[in-house]
């Protein structure tokens, strides 16, 4: 099996689908988070219903899965989730070109041809481990048994193409984007290849979402932990 990714673009089915990483000076996103530590305070309504999730995997640390749309800021949430939580960040697609997981370059498309096979070995003690945040914008080729949470990040229309017409961003690169998001085809994808009680969509327009969700996210990784 395999697929086509890169920083730039993947190909979903018959489709193509552009695809970069929220770039958006990282830095100043992260100035502007409130500091969480260990102290979570645990509690919240969100929180609350994702603690409804049991520890079925046998892990002492979660493994989440971070997946959205590009533009919608998973490599931003995933490195602050991480910082907080002290769980390991993978970031997929730089994992891929570090370690050589892919089969060449494609010309047609301007990326590397991820090979799945190579990926998933690559990972596989790592997930059995326990304590990761696998940040990508796909989903469906993971084994179903490696996560305990995926969160699809979702961004409003207007913020998202934005974001995207700022990064240069244009014609069919840029619409073919924007109907991913219209069409949740991240989100489907999540509930197809995952049970549906471990996944949850969250809202990714603004700093305060960011940190409403980094809350919310630590708080879940506490009550995991302390089960």
Request: glycine share 6%; net charge negative; charged share 25%.
């Amino acid at each position: 099996m395999r697929s086509i990714v890169s920083g730039y673009s993947h190909r979903r089915g018959k489709s193509h689908i552009e695809f970069i990483v929220w770039s958006c000076s990282r830095q100043n996103v992260f100035s502007k988070i409130p500091s969480f530590s260990s102290d979570f305070r645990v509690g919240s309504e969100d929180s609350r219903s994702m603690a409804a999730t049991s520890n079925s995997g046998g892990r002492k640390k979660p493994n989440i899965l971070i997946t959205g749309t590009p533009g919608t800021g998973k490599t931003t949430m995933a490195s602050a989730l991480a910082e907080a939580t002290q769980l390991r960040h993978i970031n997929v697609g730089e994992l891929v070109k570090q370690k050589n997981l892919h089969d060449g370059w494609d010309d047609q498309f301007d990326c590397y041809i991820i090979n799945e096979d190579l990926v998933c070995d690559e990972l596989e003690d790592m997930m059995e481990e326990g304590g990761n945040i696998v940040d990508y914008h796909g989903c469906d080729f993971f084994p179903e048994r490696w996560f305990d949470r995926v969160v699809v990040l979702q961004t409003d229309n207007p913020v998202l193409y934005d974001r995207l017409s700022n990064r240069g961003y244009t014609g069919t690169k840029l619409s073919n984007n924007i109907e991913c998001e219209i069409f949740q085809v991240l989100l489907e994808e999540a509930k197809e290849s995952y049970p549906e009680d471990i996944v949850i969509a969250l809202k990714s327009d603004s700093i305060d979402d960011i940190s409403s969700n980094l809350s919310t996210l630590s708080d879940w990784v506490r009550n995991f932990t302390s089960k």
